[in-house]
């Protein structure tokens, strides 16, 4: 059974740093795509940066400049170094694994940046 845990979310002030964390277990095999998404309070759920096998790498532009997506192939995990967050980085975060046509969902980590 294949399970997916985020760890790493928390309450942060304006201009702080978090590091999350996605874990995935039960996959025998390197999962191709591994992505982070968030979703704030009233809104739709966003992509946020995802990265590939090999590391290629790609940040929404809220992102850039701040966020770093990291993994590692042999574990089947993903981290997001998040720097100089905002308070509109509030969101609850999400770790997506796509292999092909299929994909799983994590439960998500709740990032709250606020003074």
């Known amino acids: 059974q294949v399970q997916v845990v985020e760890s790493g979310g928390g309450l942060v002030q304006p201009g702080g740093s978090l590091r999350l964390s996605c874990a995935a277990s039960?996959?025998?095999?390197?999962?191709?795509?591994m992505s982070w998404y968030r979703q704030a309070p009233g809104k739709e759920r966003e992509w946020v940066a995802g990265?590939?096998?090999?590391?290629?790498?790609k940040y929404a532009d809220s992102a850039k400049g701040r966020f770093t997506i990291s993994r590692d192939d042999a574990q089947n995990t993903v981290w997001l170094q998040m720097d100089r967050l905002k308070p509109e980085d509030t969101a609850v975060y999400y770790c997506?694994?796509?292999?092909?046509?299929?994909?799983?969902w994590g439960q998500g980590t709740l990032v709250t940046v606020s003074s």
């Open positions: 039960g996959i025998k095999f390197t999962v191709n795509a």
């Open positions: 997506n694994l796509r292999h092909g046509s299929a994909e799983v």
């Open positions: 990265i590939i096998i090999g590391g290629r790498s």
